[in-house]
C-alpha cells in the first residue's frame, strides 16, 4: 500500500462494501477461509494482524485477499507516477 494511508473497511461505499478483508480461497494456495482470521482496529486501520490455525500456512504456500485502500490524493498522484497507474 502506498504509504500514508489506511485501510477503508467501513462498510459504505468501498470493494464490495466490506467490514473485513476478503480472503480469496482460489487465488490462495493450500488454504481456505477457515485457516486465515484477520484482526485491526476500527474501521480504517492501518495495519492489518494475519493469524493462521495451526499448520495451515506451509512452505509453497500463497494468501491472496482484498481490502479497499485509500491514502492521500497527493500520495496516489506519486504511486501514479512511480507505476503508470
Keep these: 500500500m502506498p504509504g500514508p494511508g489506511y485501510l477503508d ?4 461505499g468501498n470493494y464490495m462494501n466490506q467490514t473485513a478483508p476478503n480472503l480469496d480461497p ?3 494456495l493450500g488454504l ?3 485457516d486465515v482470521t484477520f484482526s485491526f ?12 490455525a495451526i499448520g495451515a ?3 509453497g504456500g500463497r494468501i491472496q485477499f482484498a481490502a479497499d485502500i485509500e491514502a492521500p490524493a497527493a500520495n ?10
Design 57 to 59: 500456512f506451509a512452505a
Design 9 to 12: 473497511l467501513d462498510g459504505v
Design 41 to 52: 482496529d476500527g474501521p480504517n486501520p492501518v495495519s492489518l494482524d494475519l493469524h493462521f
Design 76 to 85: 496516489w498522484a506519486a504511486h501514479s507516477a512511480l507505476t503508470g497507474m
Design 26 to 28: 482460489v487465488s490462495s
Design 32 to 34: 481456505s477461509a477457515v
